[in-house]
């Protein structure tokens, strides 16, 4: 289920259910979309990117969708694994010279097993 | 993927003294690192952008005197918290952007991040 509130959104699946995390951006002028995993207490991993002239990149048992109609972000998890345990985070980069990514406000992913 | 360092890990430290946190990227240079704050539960907020051998770029409400950045090498920049408050505790988390072979997109890749309490 998915709880919403002062904390992170959480999403729980069974382990070896595909997992599908959302993430809405707000610049339309966002060039560059990575997704990020956090596990506690460590930084955030870098697990997969995407530029805004595709709407599909294929990872190892990830896919990231993008959707630059409504804007809108989603990484695809298959089969996932009690280690895919975490918070994940989007992030955008827009802009010439700068490079600063802006980070969305995460969910945090639990896998019962 | 590139490798980024952050050291300490954790630091303890009493109010009013001052605490330098530094960001290594190991195998690449970084022309540019970034400094973000992250409280418990939330998301990351950029502090600043840190040019190697110039000035850096703070973020609106980041105070510059309280927290200096250093980025004096390509592959080290420096976060001093100067005079710190408990309400300066936080984990405190840097990231490199690795050029790579395409200067219109590149890759941030963050530290292990900093755990700091001021008691």
């Not at chain 2, 360092?5 to 330098?20: E, N």
Request: hydrophobic content about 30%; overall charge neutral; some cysteine.
């Amino acid at each position: 289920g998915e709880s919403v509130g002062l904390h992170l959104p959480t999403l729980s699946v069974q382990e070896g259910d595909n997992s599908i995390i959302n993430c809405a951006y707000s610049n339309s002028a966002s060039d560059y979309f990575i997704w990020y995993k956090q596990e506690s207490g460590k930084g955030p991993q870098f697990i997969i990117d995407i530029r805004s002239n595709m709407d599909k990149r294929q990872g190892q048992r990830v896919t990231v969708l993008l959707n630059k109609t409504v804007k809108h972000l989603s990484l695809q998890i298959a089969a996932t694994q009690p280690g895919d345990s975490a918070v994940y985070f989007c992030a955008e980069n827009w802009g010439t010279g700068r490079r600063a990514l802006t980070f969305g406000s995460g969910t945090r992913l639990q896998v019962q097993p | 993927g590139a490798v980024v360092s952050q050291h300490p890990s954790r630091v303890i430290c009493k109010s009013g003294t001052s605490v330098k946190i530094e960001c290594r990227s190991l195998d690449f240079q970084a022309t540019t690192m970034f400094w973000y704050r992250q409280f418990p539960k939330q998301s990351l907020m950029l502090m600043a952008t840190s040019n190697e051998g110039s000035k850096a770029t703070y973020e609106q409400g980041v105070e510059k005197d309280k927290f200096l950045i250093n980025h004096a090498s390509l592959t080290l920049s420096t976060l001093t918290v100067t005079s710190a408050h408990p309400e300066d505790s936080s984990f405190y988390i840097c990231s490199a952007r690795d050029p790579g072979g395409d200067s219109s997109t590149d890759t941030q890749y963050f530290g292990p991040g900093t755990r700091l309490t001021v008691l």
